[in-house]
């Protein structure tokens, strides 16, 4: 399996600011995700991070607010913009397979203030 | 859509026990499905999966059979520890819904010395 990581593992931001979170995999990956965990949630997909192209966002969620770059096939970058309380969560990357497994970063914990 | 729906948790057995926990699914077209895991403090892992109906996956003692029959995967094992401690989260991907994961709401389980 893919060896994945995130940058950071968590922050604590003041509301209106913006983060962005480094997703890097260890090997060459077509499909790289990038999903939401609000707390005692489940895992809610906000986008797919697409090499060479703009990413495809999923309902409820925009590139304004979300805007994602994905400039190789080993790293990714997801900005939480304009921060409020509401975007505390865990933003986790995953990659997937060539056997239609997906595997996941470590997450990133953000807390708005 | 897809959609997938489990048990609502959370589930607190004692040591040893035989452990169930029902996932159902919606879907369209012919999804793979899996179960994933998350520790405390910890990532998601990929516990176990299924790519087509009457499949039976299985690892560190749980497994779950794809039942398109009933388009369920439910998640057992037949003693459990303490160390299984954690948050299960069925999935589905494929069909219409192409690689995305579409996920269950989590279910919390505790095991009691």
């Known amino acids: ?113 | 859509g897809n959609s997938v729906t489990q048990m609502e948790g959370p589930v607190t057995l004692s040591e040893e026990a035989f452990l169930t926990i029902n996932c159902t699914y919606t879907a369209t077209g012919y999804p793979s499905l899996f179960w994933y895991v998350q520790y405390p403090g910890e990532g998601l892992q990929l516990l176990l999966k299924a790519t087509k109906a009457d499949d039976k996956g299985s690892n560190k003692g749980f497994e779950a059979t794809y039942r398109k029959e009933t388009t369920s995967f439910h998640l057992e094992k037949g003693s459990v520890q303490v160390s299984d401690s954690a948050v299960y989260f069925c999935a589905l991907s494929g069909g219409q819904g192409a690689q995305k994961l579409v996920f269950g709401q989590g279910t919390r389980l505790t095991i009691n010395p």
């Open chain 1, 1 to 113: 399996s893919a060896v994945i990581s995130q940058k950071p593992s968590r922050d604590i931001c003041q509301r209106g600011t913006s983060l962005t979170i480094q997703c890097q995999v260890d090997s060459q990956v077509t499909m790289m995700f990038w999903y939401r965990q609000q707390p005692g949630q489940s895992l809610t997909l906000i986008a797919t991070a697409n090499q060479g192209s703009e990413a495809t966002y999923e309902s409820g969620f925009v590139i304004d607010k979300f805007p994602i770059s994905r400039p190789n096939l080993t790293f990714s970058t997801l900005t939480v913009s304009n921060m409020s309380p509401e975007d505390s969560s865990i933003y986790l990357c995953s990659v997937d397979s060539i056997y239609n497994e997906q595997f996941f970063g470590p997450g990133t914990r953000l807390t708005v203030l």
